[in-house]
């Protein structure tokens, strides 16, 4: 391996790391990044670090401040929301078309994953939390060919996670009717239901996972109003 490839392969390594710091809460909304110790703690040097914070920042996900060093992006609730709008739709289209070639096994992974979720939501386990959704929101177009899409799903899908970090993001009661919603949602693929109706459910599931999440955010701000 060249040194430019070594050096990008390394700024990708850090990358992923700090993402998945952000994604599982151990990195929250607005925390300082310390250059320094993330080195120490993800044994590398600053270089690929420092590269991995550029390309977080032109995500969104990190603020580089001048003079001050970086840190995670606060949470705003109308980029959170258009993010997740947009979102909603392109998975839902996708899992649409791809529901005639769904995998062999999909529909197994699909129900361990929603198991795997609620054990995650019942022990506070942030990170087994993200993976699973992860895990499952991925599941649901894994028969999609087009590769365009799936990359702005995987990208889509990791920064809204990031940007919902540092807490599970659902009220109990939003979970149950999550989880409820989730077997539904693998019963239509499991029975060949219509796609129109297999997209319109799953869209739907998504604006109220939305709308949960940022009623969570406001209770959170206001806990006495």
């Known amino acids: ?3 430019v ?11 992923r790391l ?4 952000i994604t599982e809460g151990s990195l929250p909304a607005g925390a300082r990044i310390n250059v320094a110790q993330l080195s120490g703690e993800l044994d590398m040097s600053a270089v690929p670090i420092r590269e991995a914070l550029k390309l977080l920042e032109a995500e969104g996900l990190v603020e580089v401040l001048h003079n001050q060093g970086a840190r995670v992006a606060a949470f705003d609730p109308v980029e959170y929301k258009e ?18 070639t769904l995998p062999s096994g999909t529909i197994d992974a699909l129900r361990q994953a929603n198991h795997d979720l609620r054990e995650a939501f019942q022990d506070f386990e942030p990170h087994a939390f993200s993976e699973a959704s992860i895990r499952f929101h991925s599941l649901l177009y894994a028969g999609c060919t087009n590769s365009a899409l799936i990359e702005l799903l995987t990208k889509g899908r990791l920064r809204i996670a990031a940007m919902r970090s540092a807490q599970l993001a659902f009220t109990p009661r939003r979970m149950e009717i999550l989880l409820r919603e989730h077997d539904e949602i693998i019963d239509m693929l499991e029975s060949g239901a219509d796609g129109g109706q297999l997209e319109e459910a799953l869209r739907a599931h998504q604006i109220l996972n939305l709308e949960d999440t940022l009623s969570r955010r406001v209770q959170l701000a206001n806990p006495l109003s």
Do not use: C, N, W
């Not at 997740?84 to 996708?94: C, D, F, Q, T």
């Open 83 to 100: 993010a997740s709008e947009l979102h909603a739709v392109l998975e839902a289209y996708a899992a649409r078309i791809s529901q005639p």
């Open 1 to 3: 391996m060249d040194r």
């Open 5 to 15: 490839a070594e050096a990008s392969s390394k700024s990708q390594g850090a990358y």
């Open 18 to 21: 700090i993402l998945g710091m």
